[in-house]
């Protein structure tokens, strides 16, 4: 069913209206985000991510519903990815707790933009060649099984040799200090990129990595783009607040990797077995949330008093800042 064009817009004047209310009021000057404040806008975005899927439930169907807290679970839980590297970037860069907000902040607005257009071009190809989806299937199976068997790599990373970090570098004039919460700064006389920007640059980049496996993972639920898109940006929006939550006890999450790993195969399998069986989006549903449920309370319970040590935040930023200097 085509839907109208002022439902899309409604649907981004929504979500402009969050993003500014977000900025404009609750964040309008910069400050550390307590547990507390991130416990609250997580709560606050995964309910509006359940009430759009009850909104599309009755006003679509119970099929378009579950397709969309389908697509939502697997964009929200392959987003959650996205704050390994989030902690290793701030605690590589030194980023001050009180600028981080910021730097997600617009790193979100580019991811939005991002997704967007990779999944208009998703859609327009998947209608003009369906044996892309084979291809998409093959590349989600091949990603999940390379999750799998180097999900226990835990060697350093050295960020100034990043290609994308380099080619910045190289670009643009970049200052050695920060100039509080300014992506770019005037330092005698000449303007200069500061190393936050350098930090936007990278989650950017980052994302558009993550997007390259969570945009054909979706197309596996479903095709529909309003449903496509729609469910990416509600699960992006909530992702800031919940790297605030989880921050501090990221690396409880030992088996989070190794059940991403085993979705991603399994959409993939789904994918290229289409034509021949199409899996029900119910079984979709269960099959993920039931893998994500094991892989958490197996971290949490691996992790547990008298398992591995939980680090402090600032704890576990210093230690991987040193790693990361040393590697």
């Not at 496509?228 to 921050?247: C, D, E, H």
């Amino acid at each position: 069913m085509e839907l109208p064009i002022w439902v899309w817009f409604a649907f981004i004047g929504f979500v402009l209206g969050m993003l500014a209310l977000d900025l404009g009021v609750f964040n309008r000057k910069a400050h550390v985000v307590s547990v507390r404040e991130a416990g609250i806008w997580t709560t606050v975005w995964v309910s509006l991510g359940l009430a759009f899927a009850a909104l599309v439930y009755f006003w679509q169907g119970p099929q378009k519903g579950i397709e969309w807290l389908t697509g939502y679970v697997v964009e929200y839980s392959l987003a959650v990815d996205n704050i390994f590297v989030f902690v290793m970037v701030f605690a590589y860069f030194g980023v001050p707790a009180i600028y981080r907000h910021r730097v997600l902040f617009w790193g979100i607005i580019g991811a939005l933009l991002m997704r967007g257009a990779m999944i208009l071009l998703g859609v327009e190809l998947i209608e003009r060649f369906h044996w892309i989806l084979y291809v998409f299937g093959a590349f989600l199976v091949f990603t999940g099984i390379k999750m799998f068997t180097q999900r226990g790599d835990d060697e350093a990373v050295d960020l100034e040799a990043n290609p994308v970090i380099r080619f910045a570098r190289r670009l643009l004039r970049v200052s050695p200090e920060y100039d509080g919460q300014k992506f770019f700064t005037v330092r005698n006389g000449v303007r200069m990129a500061t190393p936050l920007f350098l930090v936007l640059i990278f989650i950017e980049f980052t994302d558009l990595i993550f997007a390259v496996d969570s945009i054909p993972a979706i197309f596996a639920i479903t095709t529909d783009p309003f449903i496509v898109f729609t469910s990416n940006v509600m699960a992006i929006l909530g992702l800031r607040s919940l790297y605030f939550l989880l921050a501090h006890v990221v690396d409880r999450f030992i088996y989070l990797k190794t059940g991403l790993s085993v979705i991603l195969t399994f959409i993939g399998v789904k994918l290229l077995l289409i034509d021949v069986y199409k899996i029900p989006t119910t079984v979709s549903l269960s099959v993920i949330v039931s893998v994500l449920t094991v892989s958490v309370l197996a971290s949490l319970w691996a992790t547990r008093k008298g398992g591995p040590r939980e680090v402090p935040a600032e704890e576990h930023e210093r230690l991987v800042g040193e790693v990361e200097r040393q590697g």
